[in-house]
């Protein structure tokens, strides 16, 4: 199964104006009524998952495909997927061929300024099973790397947590995890699993590159993974804020291999990962609709 991957990764650099805001939620009650996003303007977690919901939208605008002409379905393991409507004048086998192979499957994520959404295009069956894995490499304040990671170890297995050992250091040991993390995250949620699924049911072997669930190679899918460091100026000073983040992404590709593609090149990765700003989404917000 050829069917191409594209990840838009969106660097929300800073917070929402109230117009800003306002606008864009209104955007979000018109286009995706469905969205549990509260308005809440004070709240930046809120500013966050409202772009998670609107970057397809944001992607069909980039496609020129008219908002009447799209439908977003989704599956009831709650994997969505974008079924295009066609003026069917002919409907010829290939042309109906053709329409089987236009749905796109996405799946959208975010962890602190980082929001980000995968897709890729193909029949209904094959486009679903797709997720996206995103994890800043950072411990939470007045903890080591090593200490996060012990607090996670009812989510790792006995041999992922040998890889985390303290004398592997600090920043291999944050690294590490953070892989692990976004992987299993970008899996459980490309089989359309709760965030209650007992992440440690699932084994990434990074030094052999194997992939396991419930001790049974996991064939057929195929992992990417890459990492993504941003950057913005500090107001008012010559210093900068720096952030780092794992990201990952799952999809199954129905062969008999499980297959990781680790992304480092730059030039690589630019040939399917674009990144977007916020500024960009809100310049068109109010075209979102159209």
Avoid at 168 to 191: H, N, P, S
Avoid at 231 to 237: F, M, N, Q, T
Wanted: proline share 6%; with cysteine; aromatic share 8%.
């Amino acid at each position: 199964m050829d069917s191409p991957i594209l990840v838009w990764m969106l660097f929300a650099n800073r917070e929402m104006t109230d117009e800003e805001y306002a606008k864009c939620h209104a955007v979000l009650r018109e286009c995706v009524p469905h969205a549990p996003v509260r308005n809440s303007p004070t709240e930046p977690e809120t500013m966050r998952q409202m772009v998670a919901f609107l970057l397809p939208l944001l992607m069909m605008r980039h496609r020129r495909v008219p908002r009447a002409r799209w439908q977003d379905r989704m599956t009831t393991l709650g994997k969505h997927w974008i079924e295009q409507m066609h003026n069917v004048v002919d409907d010829n086998p290939v042309a109906a061929a053709s329409r089987l192979r236009s749905m796109i499957g996405y799946h959208t994520v975010y962890d602190n300024n980082l929001i980000g959404m995968v897709m890729t295009q193909g029949r209904r069956e094959d486009v679903v099973n797709i997720g996206i894995g995103i994890k800043q490499i950072v411990a939470p304040p007045g903890m080591s790397a090593t200490d996060f990671a012990i607090s996670l170890h009812h989510k790792l297995t006995p041999l992922e947590q040998g890889f985390l050992a303290p004398e592997q250091g600090e920043e291999v040991v944050m690294r590490r995890l953070c892989l692990i993390l976004a992987l299993k995250q970008a899996y459980i949620k490309a089989i359309g699993q709760p965030m209650g699924f007992d992440w440690s049911r699932l084994e990434f072997n990074l030094p052999e590159k194997l992939a396991m669930g419930d001790g049974r190679p996991l064939l057929g899918w195929e992992f990417r993974v890459w990492t993504s460091e941003l950057g913005w100026p500090i107001p008012g000073s010559e210093g900068h804020v720096q952030q780092k983040y794992q990201c990952a992404v799952a999809f199954f590709r129905r062969t008999q291999t499980t297959r990781f593609l680790w992304q480092k090149e730059s030039k690589e990765l630019e040939s399917w990962v674009q990144f977007v700003t916020l500024d960009q989404l809100i310049n068109v917000a109010d075209k979102l609709t159209e």
